[in-house]
């Protein structure tokens, strides 16, 4: 098992665990926030049904006063009665005259005044706004408050009559004003809950809003978006409907708090962080794990260069002498071929380790060049051929050098796969932007799933060999050529074809 089918693994299995925490993470989350949720609903529940019973018990009351109010009427009466009664006292005896006496003077809540037919007061109790150090007459304000209830006309003798004014008792007042406090607090109560529920009041028409509660007073006249709100409510939950003394028909809209609202959201929210906080933490370990590979290939690569270096000028010196002492030969010319070959091979290294200077070539010659020196030291049983469609010369920013390198390496593990008998055939192509380069052999192929895996450092399938030609090449034409190179097609038993696609301008 080599190094990339481990790594593969071990990310299996440590997407597994990291899918196997999230999902357990957000099933307990959940639950959490479901049970919070629970709570939170039933506070609104709550809520809502306390603003039922209110406007339930603010009816009720209404009810109430109107049957103290008919008491009030009958109590007035029956005063009535004993002031008519008691003006008859020699048609009365003792106890008959003693009983509408009390009648009178128990009455110490009931506002009445007593007149003759001219309006002018002759009796008045539990009334502090009278003086009666002369003539006083009923009228203006006071006659005002004395004639919201009907007055009671007493007829005595013939023509002669007088009237008894009566109003509310002072317990009838004090709770009316309970009352009006109540349907008053009531709205308010409402809009300002301690759920933190957003409310609407609106009229029967369910258009114009009464109140309003938990909503941003800046929004509130933007029809268009009450409109969207109190659609959502009505969606959400069924208004409360009431109608309420003197108010009429009203609706009552109301929405999850907004506490609610996040707790829905939160799962999510807090693990897009923790999904955004991996992700910039894996970016940044991916790229400082890159540039130490860099700095890894760069050193390597400058190290390679001086150690070939050395013995290399001592070999051309060499060479050089024996030049000079006119032993030429077959033998020396090969000698020499390989020499420059090292010289080249020298070249190359020292440019992975710097930063290498494009020149505009064509890209046609260099390929058939490069070709050319591959036939000449490959198998004579593998064929090779080169098509271009379209132009001659095609002129692409390139380091010769090291391109000459990528086709080497692509052609030897084209080789390899073809078992030293096959055809390597390159179609070049191109377009507006990009010449495309296609090297397509007729080897054993390859699998889909190591499409992307035959490109890293140190991946091979032989049982010898260091895995670093394709990497080289991956490396020369992606960050120095800033072009793109991958495996385009590839059939098991059939061949491959890798492409590799250069930019005609930088």
């Known amino acids: 098992m080599n190094i990339y089918t481990r790594k593969k693994r071990w990310k299996l299995i440590l997407f597994a665990l990291a899918v196997a925490i999230v999902t357990a993470s957000l099933w307990y989350t959940n639950i959490l926030v479901r049970k919070i949720s629970r709570d939170e609903r039933s506070n609104i529940q709550i809520w809502a049904n306390a603003i039922q019973q209110k406007a339930d018990l603010v009816n009720y009351t209404d009810v109430f006063f ?85 007055p009671i006309r007493l007829n005595y003798y013939a023509d002669e009559f007088v009237i008894l004014y009566f109003k509310e008792s002072k317990i009838f007042t004090e709770l009316r004003r309970v009352l009006d406090n109540l349907i008053e607090s009531f709205f308010s109560e409402i809009v300002r809950n301690s759920a933190s529920v957003p409310v609407i009041i609106t009229d029967s028409t369910m258009q114009n809003i009464i109140e309003y509660g938990n909503i941003s007073p800046e929004k509130i ?96 010196a060499w060479l050089e002498l024996l030049k000079m002492k006119e032993l030429h030969g077959k033998e020396l010319n090969e000698i020499e071929k390989d020499v420059k070959r090292l010289e080249n091979i020298t070249e190359r290294f020292s440019k992975i380790g710097s930063t290498p200077k494009l020149e505009p070539v064509n890209i046609v010659r260099v390929i058939n060049d490069g ?46 796969a073809m078992g030293g008998a096959g055809q390597i055939t390159v179609n070049i192509t191109g377009d507006e932007k990009y010449v495309h380069i296609d090297f397509r052999d007729t080897g054993k192929g390859i699998y889909k799933s190591k499409f992307k895996t035959i490109f890293n450092p140190g991946y091979t399938s032989k049982k010898r060999g260091w895995g670093l030609g394709l990497s080289l090449s991956k490396r020369i034409i992606r960050d120095y050529h800033k072009g793109k190179i991958f495996v385009k097609t590839s059939t098991i038993d059939k061949g491959t074809t890798i492409r590799v696609s250069l930019r005609k301008k930088f």
């Open 221 to 316: 006249n933007d029809s268009v978006y009450i409109s969207k709100t109190i659609a959502e409510m009505e969606a959400e939950n069924a208004p409360i409907e009431i109608e309420l003394v003197g108010q009429g028909k009203k609706y009552i809209f109301y929405k999850d708090s907004a506490l609610l609202t996040q707790l829905f959201y939160y799962p999510y929210i807090q693990f897009g962080i923790i999904g955004l906080f991996l992700m910039i933490a894996y970016f940044l370990f991916s790229t400082a794990r890159r540039s130490e590979q860099n700095q890894v290939w760069v050193g390597m690569s400058k190290e390679a260069a001086h150690q070939l270096g050395t013995p290399l000028s001592s070999i051309m």
């Open 66 to 150: 109107k049957q103290i109010k008919v008491e009030e009427r009958k109590r007035a009466e029956i005063l009535a009665d004993a002031y008519t009664n008691i003006k008859n006292e020699d048609d009365l005896d003792s106890e008959d005259l003693d009983f509408y006496f009390k009648l009178i003077t128990g009455n110490t809540t009931i506002p009445v005044i007593l007149t003759d037919k001219y309006d002018t007061i002759t009796t008045a109790r539990n009334v502090d706004d009278i003086n009666f150090d002369g003539v006083y007459k009923l009228q203006g304000k006071l006659k005002e408050e004395f004639t919201v209830f009907e």
């Open 371 to 416: 070709m050319k020196y591959i036939k000449t030291r490959s198998s004579s049983k593998i064929k090779y051929m080169v098509n271009k469609t379209g132009e001659s010369e095609i002129m692409v920013p390139l380091n010769i050098n090291l391109f000459e390198w990528v086709i080497e390496n692509i052609c030897k593990n084209a080789m390899d």
